[in-house]
Each structure stands twice: as structure tokens, then as C-alpha cells.
Nanobody
């Protein structure tokens, strides 16, 4: 059984920063591609960022490039999302996800395990 628990969400003013963390319980963490997705009210869940099993490769959706950074610590079974220069359009529930494969997939349905989500609200 694999469990993912996100933390670090909250309310922040536009231009501010937040750091999300995802703690993963289970032996599959170091062999999982990890990603962050987000879902705004009334919208579909969308890809935000992904990181390879070693942490050596990352990819981002265009709207967050240069502002968000995904990282992982395989010794601590955690994956983080540093979010800087936040904008009101970044407001959403953010979800951590694990994929038991090797490619840096952006497809939601490829992911095997999901966290419960953490809310990020950016005020203007």
C-alpha cells in the first residue's frame, strides 16, 4: 500500500511564495516518477510538474516555468513544489501523484497513486 500526504497549502497574496510537500509511505517511492497536478473549481485536473526517479530530470507546464520548482529527496521519501511569484490563476487544489513507470508522463490517468490534495489560494 502506498500513501501520499500533501501539506503546505494556504492563502497567500499575489507575488508571494509557498512550498508544498508530499510525504510518501511505501517502498515504491524511489522507483516512482512523481508529479504535481492541480484542479481549480469547475475545471479539470491539470498537470503542473513532474520529476524523474533520480531527480535528475524535470518538466513543467508552460504557465509555471520559471516560477515553480519540483524536487525530491529519496532518503526522506518526499517530493516538494516550490512556488514563487504566485498569481491568482494558480489558485487550485494541488495533488501529488506517483507513477510506477519510467517516463516523465503528463497524463493524469498514467498515475497509480494520489494524495488527498492541499488547497492553494492566491489573492489579488
Amino acid at each position: 500500500q502506498v500513501q501520499l500526504v500533501e501539506s503546505g497549502g494556504g492563502l497567500v497574496q499575489a507575488g508571494g511564495s509557498l512550498r508544498l510537500s508530499c510525504a510518501v509511505a511505501g517502498r515504491t517511492f524511489s522507483t516512482s516518477v512523481m508529479a504535481w497536478f492541480r484542479q481549480a473549481p469547475g475545471k479539470e485536473r491539470e498537470f503542473v510538474a513532474v520529476i524523474s526517479r533520480s531527480g535528475g530530470s524535470t518538466a513543467y507546464t508552460d504557465s509555471v516555468k520559471g516560477r515553480f520548482t519540483i524536487s525530491r529527496d529519496n532518503a526522506k521519501n518526499t517530493v516538494n513544489l516550490q512556488m514563487n511569484t504566485l498569481k491568482p490563476e494558480d489558485t487550485a487544489a494541488y495533488y501529488c501523484a506517483a507513477y510506477l513507470g519510467t517516463i516523465l508522463t503528463r497524463r493524469l490517468y498514467d498515475y497509480n497513486y494520489w494524495g488527498q490534495g492541499t488547497q492553494v489560494t492566491v489573492s489579488s
